[in-house]
């Protein structure tokens, strides 16, 4: 059921989509191999931990996004993994679960 009504959600916004100009942007990252970037993320000056990861495909490399979060300070790391390593694709400190009210806000 849920599936469906996301289906018809993206099907609704689609013409909007196909008719938005795309910008390619491009910003520097940061990346270092996956253990030193876990290590960073997950040690005891940062303290962040995974809470959210998606896997996706692009060609022959298979990309894993990592979500990082330490709930007490509100940071969050967003980490996008291809093979050994890791590259820092978002950082901010303002991280919350009510996701509506953000929205609201953009």
């Known amino acids: 059921m ?3 009504v996301f289906l018809g959600c993206l099907l ?4 909007v989509v196909s008719t938005a100009q795309a910008t390619v942007v491009q910003k520097p990252v940061v990346c ?3 253990e030193k970037i876990i290590a960073a ?3 005891d000056q940062i303290r962040e931990r995974p809470i959210w990861a998606g896997v996706g495909t692009e ?5 894993t996004f990592v979500v990082f979060v330490n709930e007490r300070s509100g940071t969050w790391t967003v980490v996008e993994f291809v ?3 890791g590259c820092i ?5 303002k991280f919350t679960t ?5 929205i609201s806000k953009l």
């Open 2 to 4: 849920i599936q469906k």
């Open 12 to 15: 609704l916004l689609l013409p």
């Open 32 to 34: 270092d191999e996956k």
């Open 41 to 43: 993320f997950t040690g």
């Open 59 to 63: 060609g022959n490399n298979t990309h």
């Open 83 to 85: 093979k050994n390593w």
């Open 89 to 93: 694709v978002g950082v901010g400190d």
């Open 98 to 102: 009510n996701i509506s009210e953000l």
